[in-house]
């Protein structure tokens, strides 16, 4: 039942061009295994859902950029990752260090500095800046965008969503 809903919430999400591969660490939460998959919301938040967009950038991967919503007030970028209906892994050995996202890449790399994941904050329609916070324990502010992109640290290609 859990796979099933995952699919339809992977179905939900509307795929956006790309962003260009970044990369992240989660540092502050010290949980190891995958992390379930909260219900998505198809798109960008809009200015009247006010809740926090979140952007993974898979195109490094041969894949897309998908954009979905967190409607919640998600207690950290973790939070929000997970509440617009995506997955992730952590390194093993290396608990809150993205390895994955969507099960992507496979399998885990190890988190190499020349493809990661990042993590990025940005206003909505605003610049993307590279988190100095691991999102494990950033705390992002509803109507914010939250971006993950894989590679080597390179901020998105594609603007945040306004």
């Given at each position: 039942?859990?796979?099933?809903?995952?699919?339809?919430?992977?179905?939900?999400?509307?795929?956006?061009?790309?962003?260009?591969a970044?990369a992240v660490?989660?540092?502050?939460?010290?949980?190891a295994?995958?992390v379930a998959a909260?219900?998505?919301w198809?798109?960008?938040c809009?200015?009247?859902?006010?809740?926090?967009?979140?952007?993974?950038?898979f195109?490094?991967?041969?894949?897309?950029?998908d954009t979905?919503c967190?409607?919640?007030?998600?207690?950290t970028?973790l939070?929000?990752?997970?509440?617009?209906?995506?997955t992730?892994?952590?390194v093993?050995?290396?608990?809150?260090w993205?390895?994955?996202?969507?099960?992507?890449?496979?399998?885990?790399?190890?988190?190499?500095?020349?493809?990661?994941?990042?993590?990025?904050?940005?206003?909505?329609?605003?610049?993307?800046?590279?988190?100095?916070?691991?999102?494990?324990?950033?705390?992002?502010k509803?109507?914010?965008?939250?971006?993950w992109?894989?590679?080597?640290?390179?901020?998105?290609?594609?603007?945040p969503?306004?």
């Amino acid at each position: 039942r859990v796979l099933s809903r995952s699919m339809s919430v992977l179905r939900l999400r509307r795929p956006v061009m790309s962003l260009a591969a970044v990369a992240v660490t989660a540092s502050g939460l010290v949980t190891a295994g995958t992390v379930a998959a909260a219900p998505a919301w198809a798109a960008a938040c809009t200015s009247t859902t006010k809740g926090v967009t979140v952007v993974v950038d898979f195109t490094k991967l041969g894949g897309k950029v998908d954009t979905a919503c967190d409607k919640s007030n998600p207690s950290t970028g973790l939070a929000a990752l997970t509440g617009a209906g995506f997955t992730y892994t952590f390194v093993p050995k290396y608990p809150g260090w993205v390895c994955t996202i969507d099960k992507k890449p496979n399998p885990c790399n190890g988190g190499p500095a020349s493809a990661y994941w990042s993590y990025w904050h940005a206003t909505r329609g605003g610049k993307w800046i590279y988190s100095q916070t691991g999102a494990g324990t950033y705390k992002p502010k509803p109507g914010t965008v939250q971006g993950w992109a894989f590679g080597a640290g390179k901020a998105p290609s594609i603007p945040p969503p306004s």
